[in-house]
């Protein structure tokens, strides 16, 4: 099996989430930089780019009228000001909120689309789509999904997570050729059928050898937690992939980046 220049298996052929030139492992902005600006706004996806950030994390519901927007929540009330589900809200309504979770000098920000966020990317940086919904069970969305990334030139610099194996499987279907992570709270085995692995940390401590095993399978490993910088050291000798962080630029100041 063909090693990535770290010496670890390689994902299988067409499913690559490797990025040339980008150091490892890989920093994933969860939701941008969420300490220094409000979560999954243009502000924090900005900032954590400029923090130097190698992949932008996003969550994705779609709203009534079938736009994907980039929200963590199935409902509005935490980070906006308005209030009921977010796929109940057409995209024009859902962009008339003001998306700034309460924090002051952020009264402009909105919800913004999967397009908006990925129009954002420089050629060398990735995007990890969480899959929120439920409508991701139905190919079409799945198929509408990666039109729109690959309208927005990043198909091949993107992969989908999701905590739902049904909803990534669905995605399989629909768009082969995008690489799925699945996010675990509870299983400390690695499994096959997914290229990117998202164990909730201390999932690491009960099987050390995660990550090896994975890496057999040409798998990658990113662990669940965003507050990484006390655990970096772990990450590094267990032999993790990339790391999620709510604050980029304080995390590659700890890897020396």
């Not at 420089?122 to 729109?148: I, Q």
């Not at 992570?181 to 164990?199: D, N, Q, V, Y």
Request: charge should be positive; aromatic fraction near 6%.
């Amino acid at each position: 099996m063909k090693s990535s220049p770290a010496g670890r298996p390689a994902p299988p052929a067409g499913l690559s989430l490797s990025l040339p030139g980008r150091g490892m492992p890989y920093v994933i902005a969860h939701r941008g930089n969420r300490v220094a600006c409000p979560e999954n706004t243009l502000a924090s996806f900005r900032r954590a780019l400029a923090d130097g950030a190698d992949i932008l994390e996003t969550d994705l519901w779609l709203s009534a009228d079938g736009a994907f927007v980039c929200i963590h929540d199935a409902t509005l009330e935490r980070t906006t000001d308005g209030s009921g589900p977010v796929e109940a809200r057409k995209l024009s309504e859902l962009k008339a909120l003001r998306a700034s979770s309460g924090r002051e000098g952020f009264e402009a920000e909105r919800i913004p689309t999967l397009a908006e966020v990925a129009a954002l990317l420089p050629p060398d940086r990735g995007l990890a789509v969480e899959l929120k919904s439920d409508r991701f069970l139905d190919p079409a969305t799945g198929s509408r999904l990666r039109d729109e990334l690959a309208a927005a030139g990043v198909l091949d610099r993107t992969v989908a997570l999701s905590f739902s194996a049904e909803r990534l499987r669905a995605l399989r279907v629909a768009a082969p050729e995008v690489p799925l992570g699945w996010i675990t709270l509870k299983e400390a085995r690695p499994p096959s059928g997914f290229e990117l692995l998202g164990p909730f940390w201390p999932l690491l401590l009960v099987n050390p050898l995660y990550a090896v095993r994975a890496h057999r399978r040409g798998q990658r490993v990113a662990p669940l937690d965003p507050t990484p910088d006390r655990r970096l050291w772990l990450y590094r000798l267990l032999g993790c992939d990339a790391v999620l962080t709510d604050d980029p630029a304080s995390t590659l100041r700890r890897l020396g980046r």
